[in-house]
């Protein structure tokens, strides 16, 4: 892959995921299969405005799923929200990578 977030185990899975559930048009399954097959960085990827409005609609979708939680369901979320930022955190900022 091409460095950074993407050398993340989860990244790596959520990533194929992606790529391998959804179809060609869809932007967030291109964007996956463009960065795992080293066509383009994480990073060059959400540059096109495509990818973006993928990625845009995908986020409100998921915050507006959220609102269903229960309240244990949304700590259990904001616990690994917690997690993955410090871990982000502490990424080589000189590494060059997608972080």
């Known amino acids: 892959m091409n460095g ?5 185990p989860l990244a790596q899975a959520v990533m194929r995921h ?21 066509e383009s960085t994480l990073r ?5 405005s495509w990818y973006g409005e993928g990625l845009a609609t ?9 609102d269903s939680f229960s309240f244990d369901q949304r700590a259990a979320v904001e616990r690994d929200a917690a997690r993955l930022r ?3 955190d502490t ?6 990578g997608d972080q």
């Open 58 to 66: 995908a986020a409100a979708d998921g915050l507006r799923a959220q």
């Open 86 to 88: 410090s871990r982000s």
């Open 4 to 8: 950074g977030i993407m050398n993340e």
């Open 18 to 38: 992606l790529a391998d559930t959804r179809g060609k048009d869809d932007p967030l399954g291109s964007l996956a299969r463009s960065v795992l097959s080293g």
């Open 44 to 48: 060059g990827a959400v540059r096109s």
């Open 91 to 96: 990424a080589d900022p000189t590494s060059g």
